[in-house]
């Protein structure tokens, strides 16, 4: 379910990220095996337990290695929010297909 207080671009993929930040998506979230993970605060994410406020997608001109989707994702209980950043092509063999599925709808 989109976030519709979410702009639809902020811009570059730092612009976004640096956007999102401000509004309110703080933390850094990153893949691992079968949940999202924030290191800073020691919070782990299952793929029941968040939702995916929106997804910005990102393609360079120039380099096939610049495609990223930045992802506004926000804790369905506890109403953390943050930025999960992942380049194209996710690893099935490293994440779970539950994670896949659900990054992946979007």
Same mark, same amino acid.
């Given at each position: ?67 990223? $989707?930045?992802?506004? *994702?926000? &804790?369905? =209980?506890?109403? %953390? #929010? ?7 092509? $996710?690893?099935?063999? *490293?994440? &779970?297909? =539950?994670?896949? %599925? #659900?990054?992946?709808?979007?």
């Amino acid at each position: 379910m989109e976030n519709n207080t979410l702009k639809e671009s902020y811009g570059t993929l730092s612009e976004t990220v640096n956007g999102l930040v401000q509004d309110g998506y703080s933390l850094d979230f990153n893949i691992q095996e079968d949940c999202i993970i924030c290191h800073r605060s020691n919070l782990s994410l299952s793929p029941e337990e968040f939702q995916i406020d929106k997804v910005y997608r990102f393609e360079g001109d120039s380099d096939p290695e610049y495609q990223a $989707i930045v992802y506004a *994702i926000s &804790s369905i =209980k506890g109403g %953390e #929010k943050g930025v999960l950043v992942n380049g194209y092509g $996710i690893s099935a063999d *490293i994440i &779970s297909s =539950k994670l896949i %599925e #659900k990054l992946s709808v979007h």
